[in-house]
């Protein structure tokens, strides 16, 4: 058995749930298709909401400061702007969020529920700038085996969630990914440069399912591998459709 796509993963709100994909356009120079487009911007942030321009990680609600974004779960259609997030259970808002009404609707839901001690949270729309951890136009990949190889090692499941990967492979040996860095992996039509490893944070350490902080990743990947890193970065050097089932090889 070659190496696959197992999953495609798009998270349209920084923050919040993932969507699964079945296929996506990549482009070249750009990240993953829909990524990172929202953000719940926190009152001290300094992004511009009126000139969207990339910043870090501390400038909006993030789960390694607000674990109970993780009580979350949404959906969002790129088409229409459709939104609708739930948690518990129920739906706590519906509406379009690629409009300021919608916007404002539905951080005005997620704010009665969610507590960030940085202030009132304002959804941002980024357009087509991803607001990712890094400014360059990565997208990640995540290697089902390292996570099997981490959960025999620590003696319990590692949900895949934790995260927070685009492209999640299947049937590579265990940590062979940090051996593409710096070269070129073929997926479907596209095209990637792996450009480096995955540092990992306190995010990890939230369960996606309880938002309870019950594992310390970090901690445990320095303890068994001497490093803190899971999954690698990529950039796209020549766009082309990849699917869930397509295979992957590396150059």
């Not at 487009?37 to 993030?62: N, V, Y």
């Not at 969020?97 to 009665?112: E, L």
Request: charged content about 20%; overall charge neutral; some cysteine.
């Amino acid at each position: 058995m070659g190496i696959t796509i197992a999953h495609l993963f798009r998270y349209p709100i920084k923050g919040l749930s993932a969507e699964s994909m079945m296929c996506a356009t990549l482009a070249a120079g750009r990240a993953f298709p829909g990524d990172r487009r929202f953000a719940l911007r926190h009152a001290a942030s300094a992004f511009d909401a009126a000139q969207p321009t990339w910043q870090r990680k501390r400038e909006f609600a993030m789960l390694a400061h607000t674990a109970e974004l993780a009580k979350l779960n949404t959906s969002f259609d790129v088409v229409t702007g459709a939104f609708c997030v739930s948690t518990s259970g129920s739906a706590i808002f519906i509406g379009n969020i690629s409009t300021d009404a919608g916007r404002c609707g539905a951080q005005n839901a997620i704010s009665a529920v969610i507590n960030d001690s940085r202030g009132s949270l304002q959804l941002v729309d980024a357009g087509e700038i991803a607001l990712t951890d890094s400014n360059k136009p990565y997208l990640s990949i995540i290697n089902l085996a390292s996570l099997k190889d981490m959960a025999d090692k620590i003696g319990q499941p590692v949900d895949v969630a934790r995260f927070r990967g685009n492209i999640i492979i299947d049937g590579l040996a265990p940590w062979a990914e940090f051996e593409w860095v710096g070269k070129t992996i073929c997926i479907g039509s596209a095209e990637l440069t792996v450009t480096k490893r995955i540092e990992r944070c306190a995010a990890t350490t939230v369960n996606p399912a309880t938002a309870a902080r019950d594992l310390d990743v970090p901690s445990l990947l320095r303890q068994h591998y001497g490093h803190v890193d899971c999954g690698v970065f990529a950039e796209v050097v020549a766009g082309g459709e990849v699917c869930v089932g397509h295979a992957v090889t590396a150059e």
